[in-house]
C-alpha cells in the first residue's frame, strides 16, 4: 500500500500566490534572474538566492549560505508573505500549458516506502549532490519543491478530482510562460477519502527528483544517528503524485563539439556497423524508438538500429539513449563519460529543432543527435528491474514551481 501524509503548507496568502511562486533558481539567466529580483520583492527567488539583494556574501551551498536563506524564509512569515494553513491537509495541483492538463496530488510520502522500493527509482544520484541537500534541508527546515512521481491510473481518483475541480481553487493564475496554475486545499479529517484511495497503490515510480528523495532519506538518518525524536513530518517527504498517463515525457537532444578526429565520411563508414544508414532530404525528429537522427553541418540522416543489437533481454540497453552511448558517443567519439565530460551538451525537447539544427549548421557542434521519447512503460521497466536510465534521459513534465506548498519538515 502506500501511505500518503497531510500536512500544514507554508504558503503564499491568496493574493501574492503568483508573486511569491517560482521555477527553480537554474531555470532563470542570468539578466531575468535580476530582473525579477530588482521587479518583485515578493518572489521566492529573494529567499532561495540571498545573495541577489547584494547584502548577503557566501560560498555557494555553504552552512552560512543556507541560514541566510531559512532567515529570508523566516521573514516572508513574520511580514506575513507566507501563512500556514491550521489544519493537515491535502493539496490538489493543475497544470494547464497548451492543450495539454496535468493533474495531481501534492501530499508528504513515506520515506520507508521509498528505502523499501515501493517507491522506484531509475536513476542514479551523486553523494556530493545527496550530502549538499542534505545539508540544505536540515539548515533551512523546509521544502519547497515536490519530487514528481507516477503511479497507475485510478478511476475512483478521478471520479474524486473532478468532484473537487468544480469548486473554486484556492490559487487561480497564469505565470509569463502561457501555464494557468490552480491549487485545492482538502483537510484531511474532513475529508479522508484520499488516503484510502492511495493505499490501493502497491508502488510509484520516481519521474523526476531522486537527489530530493535521497536527501530526505538520509536526512532521516541524520537526525537518528544523532539521537534526536523525529518529527511526524520527518518520516515523510514532500511529493506531487500524478498519473502515469497524465505525464509528458520529452527526449533529451545530444550536441557534440567533435567528430574525434574522423571525416564525415570516416564517421559514418564507422556507424554503419550497427546501423541502417538514410540520408534525409531535410532534418526531422525520430518517427518511432530505435531510429536517431543525425545532424552533420548541413546534412541530416535516419539512423535505424540493426536488429542483433536489440537482442538483449537488458531494458537498458535497449533505450535508443544508451545504445548511442555504447555504439557512437563512447567507441567512435571517445567520450567515456557523459556526466563530466565538456564535449557534450544535453538540450531538452522542448527546444525547437530549427534551433538545434542551426547550432550543427554553424559548427557551433560538428554533430548532433535527436533522439525518440522514453515512454513511461519503458521508465517503469527500468526501475522494475532495479537499473539505471542514461544521464540526461527523459526531461518530464509538468515542472512544478516552488514556493506554493511549502513543507515544514521539523513539525
Not at 532534418?283 to 548541413?298: F, T
Request: glycine content about 4%.
Amino acid at each position: 500500500m502506500s501511505v500518503i501524509h497531510p500536512f500544514k503548507a507554508i504558503r503564499p496568502t491568496r493574493d501574492k500566490a503568483q508573486l511569491v511562486s517560482t521555477r527553480p533558481l537554474a531555470a532563470y539567466r542570468k539578466h531575468v534572474l535580476r530582473a525579477k529580483l530588482d521587479e518583485n520583492p515578493y518572489t521566492f527567488l529573494h529567499i532561495i538566492h540571498p545573495e541577489g539583494d547584494n547584502e548577503h556574501h557566501s560560498k555557494a551551498n555553504s552552512a552560512e549560505r543556507f541560514e541566510a536563506i531559512k532567515a529570508r524564509f523566516e521573514s516572508f512569515i513574520e511580514d506575513g508573505i507566507l501563512i500556514q494553513d491550521p489544519e493537515d491537509s491535502f493539496y490538489v495541483y493543475r497544470q494547464t500549458k497548451g492543450t495539454h492538463q496535468f493533474t495531481g496530488v501534492i501530499a508528504g510520502v513515506s520515506i520507508e516506502e521509498y528505502r523499501n522500493n515501493q517507491i522506484k527509482k531509475h536513476e542514479a544520484t551523486i553523494t556530493s549532490r545527496e550530502s549538499m541537500f542534505t545539508n540544505y534541508l536540515n539548515i533551512t527546515g523546509f521544502n519547497a519543491e515536490p519530487v514528481l512521481l507516477a503511479h497507475k491510473h485510478l478511476p475512483e481518483l478521478d471520479k474524486y478530482l473532478d468532484k473537487i475541480m468544480k469548486t473554486r481553487p484556492e490559487y487561480e493564475f497564469s505565470t509569463t510562460d502561457e501555464i494557468k496554475h490552480e491549487l485545492w486545499i482538502i483537510p484531511a479529517e474532513k475529508d479522508p477519502k484520499l488516503i484510502a484511495i492511495y493505499a490501493g497503490l502497491k508502488e510509484l515510480y520516481i519521474a523526476d527528483g531522486h537527489h530530493r528523495s535521497a536527501s530526505s532519506a538520509r536526512l532521516k538518518d541524520t537526525i537518528r544517528k544523532n539521537k534526536k525524536t523525529l518529527f511526524p513530518n520527518q518520516d515523510f517527504f514532500l511529493a506531487y503524485l500524478i498519473d502515469e498517463q497524465k505525464l509528458e515525457i520529452l527526449e533529451f537532444q545530444r550536441l557534440v563539439k567533435h567528430l574525434n578526429g574522423l571525416s564525415v565520411s570516416d564517421f559514418l563508414k564507422a556507424c554503419e556497423v550497427s546501423f541502417g544508414i538514410e540520408e534525409l532530404k531535410r532534418a526531422r525528429k525520430p518517427e518511432q524508438r530505435h531510429e536517431i537522427i543525425c545532424l552533420i553541418g548541413k546534412s541530416a540522416y535516419s539512423f535505424k538500429v540493426k536488429t542483433e543489437i536489440l537482442q538483449t533481454k537488458d531494458v537498458v540497453k535497449q533505450l535508443d539513449a544508451q545504445i548511442l552511448t555504447d555504439y557512437i558517443l563512447t567507441p567512435i567519439l571517445g567520450i567515456e563519460d557523459l556526466k563530466t565530460s565538456k564535449d557534450i551538451d544535453f538540450v531538452p525537447g522542448t527546444r525547437e529543432l530549427k534551433e538545434i539544427a542551426e547550432s550543427v549548421r554553424k559548427e557551433d557542434f560538428k554533430v548532433g543527435f535527436l533522439l525518440f521519447p522514453a515512454s513511461i512503460d519503458e521508465m517503469k521497466e527500468v526501475a522494475d528491474q532495479g537499473g539505471i536510465m542514461p544521464p540526461k534521459s527523459t526531461w518530464v513534465e509538468p515542472k512544478m514551481r516552488s514556493g506554493l506548498t511549502i513543507y515544514n519538515i521539523n513539525e
